[in-house]
């Protein structure tokens, strides 16, 4: 065996584990849809999907988004509040301001009554109006995006089963260059047909699909979500951010859970206090922000219920490289306003309810 | 090094313009040259180091993926470059995390090498050569014999004239030579040659 030969059999090593593999290429490919947005490859549309929102924050995920729509990614709400001043790359750790306000929303929380959980035959139902993000990939010059109104209407009963339907309207282009890209992708049709879906027990589940069973303890449920034992994710106060938010968006959260969490965001290091914001619809509320990676997400809450009523998701500064269209700040990315909430009896039934009860 | 993760890299050296401006191709190419870069990492910092870095240059690559070009050589040479940058970082972080990290002060992934050659009683013959190759010609030679990479393709992976790769390899090539094959317990019959690709790049 020369030197060379003997070399090369010094280079034998053990293959690596293919479930690290697999690991790192999907959280790979979820930080690079991440990157590209908050936006999702198009992909089929898959069988009933789990309903639960994530907010695209900033980072790899662990988990991917599931959700029932084939092109897109489901991208913040937003809160249009035009007399919002973001403060884009601000960090360390949560204003006094933001922390006195998130203490003082637990508190509100902590005092509305727990009818908003639904029981055995029950749903809670969920109205909402959105604007969501979504990119078709395609080459160099024919990927684009366009943001897509929608109307949502969600079921979701004490089991997991339910009912979603959604209609669309018509997409708006988020650039110039995303409506060439768009022509030079051959004009494909944007339409997307409106959809009426039905799920049997579990269907609707995604993550914890009991919110019941968490503590409502701060420090200890703040310590399951730090540790990731409730979602996936990587660590860092972002991703804390968007697990607050995936825990209160169309969900059973209980009263004392809604106040739990919002003193876990209260010592978050990064949140922001963007103090007294508009939706999408018009209505005052309260925003709390975290910026990271150029975007900022934001949640718009009720001042005297504490009640999730909008998000929105924003340029603010300067992004990651990537493929898409770098977009000025103060882009709006997408937007969410919930304009209903409540316990029902069937699937059938809604509530005229304006106040968000979630 | 396994035939399949050859192949893969093969595969790889073929320019195919515009693979990473899309965010799919980009993840197949973690799916097939995972292992490749994993191997890379593995030979040099062991498999528990490549575990803990094989994340951070994906991630690595897919932020520096607007430097990628596909006429310089393909995607293999660009990734073991991207992992290369990742493993000095390591080891700078290393060094400063104190004393005790001492053999890693210096970027040179010989000193975990060698701990395997020691494991398998063959340190004596090649670490007299191997020491006293320079830790950039050992860099170039350990690319050649280990990742099978061509000159041209240790130029892209290092940032490197193909006319320095050629030099330092030449001067490995000798060193070996006289210092090593001479006095193998059994050396080899014919002329040491480190590859073909040397002599067809």
């Given amino acids: ?358 | 090094v396994g035939t399949d993760e050859e192949n893969e890299v093969t595969a790889a050296r073929t320019p195919r313009p515009g693979d990473l401006t899309d965010a799919g191709h980009f993840v197949d190419l973690c799916r097939r040259l995972g292992p490749a870069v994993h191997a890379y990492l593995s030979r040099r910092v062991g498999r528990q180091g490549a575990d803990d870095l094989f994340g951070e240059v994906w991630l690595r690559a897919f932020r520096a993926r607007a430097t990628y070009d596909p006429h310089q050589g393909g995607a293999g040479p660009w990734l073991y470059g991207i992992a290369r940058n990742t493993l000095r970082a390591h080891w700078r972080d290393a060094g400063r995390a104190g004393p005790a990290l001492s053999a890693v002060d210096r970027p040179d992934p010989w000193d975990d090498a060698d701990v395997r050659l020691d494991a398998q009683s063959q340190r004596a013959i090649l670490r007299r050569g191997l020491l006293l190759l320079s830790p950039e010609d050992r860099e170039v030679l350990l690319l050649v014999a280990w990742e099978r990479l061509t000159p041209a393709e240790i130029a892209v992976t290092l940032g490197i004239p193909q006319g320095t790769v050629r030099s330092r390899l030449h001067r490995a090539r000798q060193i070996l030579r006289h210092n090593i094959d001479s006095t193998s317990p059994a050396p080899s019959a014919r002329p040491v040659t480190l590859s073909a690709q040397e002599a067809t790049s």
């Fill in chain 1, 1 to 358: 065996m020369n030197s060379l030969e003997l070399l090369q059999s010094l280079g034998e090593v053990e293959p690596v584990e293919p479930e690290l593999l697999e690991r790192t290429c999907e959280e790979l490919s979820v930080a690079v849809h991440r990157d590209m947005a908050p936006v999702v490859m198009p992909a089929p549309a898959p069988a009933p999907a789990p309903y639960r929102r994530r907010h695209p924050g900033p980072g790899p995920r662990t988990r991917p988004v599931a959700r029932r729509l084939a092109l897109a990614a489901v991208v913040l709400a937003l809160a249009g509040a035009g007399t919002v001043l973001l403060r884009p790359g601000s960090t360390g750790g949560p204003t006094s301001a933001a922390a006195a306000e998130l203490q003082r929303l637990a508190a509100v929380a902590a005092a509305q009554p727990a009818a908003s959980v639904p029981g055995p035959g029950q749903y809670l139902y969920v109205r909402s109006e959105e604007s969501n993000m979504q990119t078709t990939f395609g080459g160099p010059t024919d990927t684009y995006s366009v943001l897509v109104p929608e109307e949502r209407q969600i079921w979701i009963g004490a089991d997991g089963s339910g009912r979603l339907v959604e209609s669309f309207g018509q997409p708006v282009f988020l650039s110039a260059a995303d409506h060439a890209g768009w022509v030079a992708a051959g004009s494909p049709s944007l339409a997307e047909a409106p959809s009426d879906d039905s799920f049997g027990p579990g269907g609707l589940s995604d993550g914890p699909t009991d919110l019941s069973k968490l503590p409502t303890d701060p420090a200890a449920l703040g310590s399951m979500l730090f540790a990731r034992k409730i979602e996936g994710g990587p660590a860092g106060a972002a991703e804390d951010f968007v697990q607050v938010g995936d825990l209160l968006r169309e969900t059973d959260a209980s009263p004392a859970l809604r106040a739990a969490l919002y003193q876990v965001a209260a010592h978050l290091p990064g949140v922001e206090l963007l103090g007294q914001v508009t939706d999408h619809s018009g209505r005052p509320g309260i925003g709390i922000a975290y910026v990271s990676n150029g975007y900022s997400n934001e949640l718009v809450l009720n001042p005297t219920t504490s009640a999730l009523m909008g998000e929105q998701s924003s340029v603010v500064g300067a992004t990651a490289p990537s493929q898409m269209a770098t977009y000025p700040v103060g882009t709006v990315l997408g937007w969410t306003v919930y304009e209903a909430s409540g316990v029902v009896d069937s699937t059938a039934a809604s509530t005229a309810a304006s106040t968000p009860a979630q």
